[in-house]
């Protein structure tokens, strides 16, 4: 069985900075593809951050040269460092891990970016 738990949200100012963190526990034979997404108030989910167990790493455009995917394969764990955040970031940041064909997700970490 895989968990994923996401932590590191909360009330950050515009310009501000934020880093999320996602651990995945399970076997894992090789280290997954792990991805961030958040959901807005009213939205649907929105693909913000992939990165490949070797490290290859792509963006949402929105995203991009503010925020950066990163991983650490010894503890099944990625991180998403946010800089220069807006009010437009607020959401709440989901991570998934992909195993076996099957995607599985976490609860989800609320970011709110307010002055």
């Known amino acids: 069985q895989v968990q994923v738990v996401e932590s590191g949200g909360g009330l950050v100012q515009p310009g501000g900075s934020l880093r999320l963190t996602c651990t995945a526990s399970g076997s894992f034979s090789t280290p997954p593809v792990m991805d961030w997404y958040r959901q807005a108030p009213g939205k649907g989910r929105e693909f913000i951050a992939t990165?490949?167990?070797?490290?290859?790493?792509d963006y949402a455009s929105s995203v991009k040269g503010r925020f950066a995917i990163s991983r650490d394969n010894v503890r099944n764990t990625i991180y998403l460092q946010m800089n220069r955040l807006r009010p437009e970031d607020t959401a709440v940041y989901y991570c998934?891990?992909?195993?076996?064909?099957?995607?599985?997700w976490g609860q989800g970490t609320q970011v709110t970016v307010s002055s």
């Open positions: 998934n891990v992909a195993v076996r064909s099957q995607i599985y």
């Open positions: 990165i490949t167990g070797g490290g290859i790493t």
